[in-house]
């Protein structure tokens, strides 16, 4: 099982010795493209991968993605991020939808950049 760095909870500041920008550290194992973009187009309608499940792991009080022979651990605010991911809402949608959730959170640069990464992973078209 994977554990993925991701997003800070939404409405904290982010953790001492965690990245600032979410979705920019490596997830362990998994190889980073040189060049890969950062952030999600404008536009775009997130939606998860075909051979992707977001899921609650009831035992582990843990939201995962499943994917084909692999697991994911979603941790801070991921999963709150990838349920609006329903391929009707475009990035804008979503971040607005957030932003009226948690004021004051920086939303419209963690969200981004967190789908990009997740874009860049093949877990999110």
């Not at 952030?39 to 939201?63: F, I, K, M, S, T």
């Not at 804008?92 to 920086?106: H, W, Y």
């Amino acid at each position: 099982m994977t554990t993925a760095d991701t997003p800070p909870a939404l409405g904290t500041p982010p953790v001492p010795g965690t990245s600032p920008v979410p979705g920019t550290s490596p997830v362990p194992g998994a190889p980073v493209a040189p060049g890969a973009p950062s952030a999600a187009p404008a536009g775009w309608r997130p939606a998860l991968a075909p051979a992707v499940n977001l899921r609650h792991d009831r035992v582990r009080d843990a939201d995962l993605l499943v994917l084909p022979e692999r697991v994911v651990v979603l941790r801070g605010s991921a999963a709150r991020i990838l349920r609006l991911c329903d391929g009707d809402r475009d990035l804008d949608a979503i971040v607005a939808e957030l932003m009226s959730r948690f004021p004051g959170a920086p939303v419209a640069e963690d969200v981004p950049a967190f789908l990009g990464r997740m874009r860049t992973e093949g877990w999110v078209r």
